[in-house]
């Protein structure tokens, strides 16, 4: 991501990014970078901040006047005490922080119209991460199971019964619809059997406030 925004120029990185509408990919920068110094310096949300988005908005905000050059170097700076803390917690932990930056990191080049970052190992170790979430979303729910199959790889969530439904697509794409970028027209457009339309409500159930499906397509 370091690497991508070296290369913008300033009206570029001015643009607003389409899967977080009220971010510049500067912001977006800021927020991914902000949000590694305030977990190493563990500075967490506050009890009535649901899903860390006033959490999140504050490590945009104070970044707002830094040049992208400071918010990279304060990366540099970062990066070695968050990942080691990531090895510390475990693949569990690490996936979900991968998946965030992936997400993070192709909404920018999505904005911008640059090639998809779908990095086969990435975008697997992403998918782990949110499946693991749908897996929990369906069971809470008591809904059934879900087959997932993203590439080449088939997958079981919500239990280990006969599936209610199923959804296949490349893992990228399967991946973007669980990380909600994509809207609700586009996972229904993945290819489905089963009770789709019970699945998609479900979906659009779980996620919520700053994780909510876009409203309109999202192209990359």
Known sequence: MAATVAELADDELQALVPATPEWRVRDVLAHVVGLAADLNAQ????????GGSAWAAQQVVARRD????AIVAEWVREAPVFEAGLRFFGYEEGSHFVADLHAHHQDVRGALGLSRDDDP?????????????LDQL????????LEVVAGNEARLVGG???????????????LRSFSARRSAAQIRALEWHGDA?????LLQLGFTGGYSLPAADLIE
């Open 66 to 69: 830094l040049a992208v050059a």
């Open 197 to 201: 339309d019970g699945a998609l409500e």
């Open 43 to 50: 500075r967490f949300p506050a009890a009535d901040d649901a």
């Open 121 to 133: 190992l990435t975008v697997a170790v992403a998918l782990d991460h949110y499946l693991g979430f």
């Open 160 to 174: 280990a019964g006969v599936p209610r439904a199923g959804v296949s697509g490349s893992a990228f794409d399967v």
């Open 138 to 145: 369906l069971l809470a729910a008591q809904w059934g199971t």
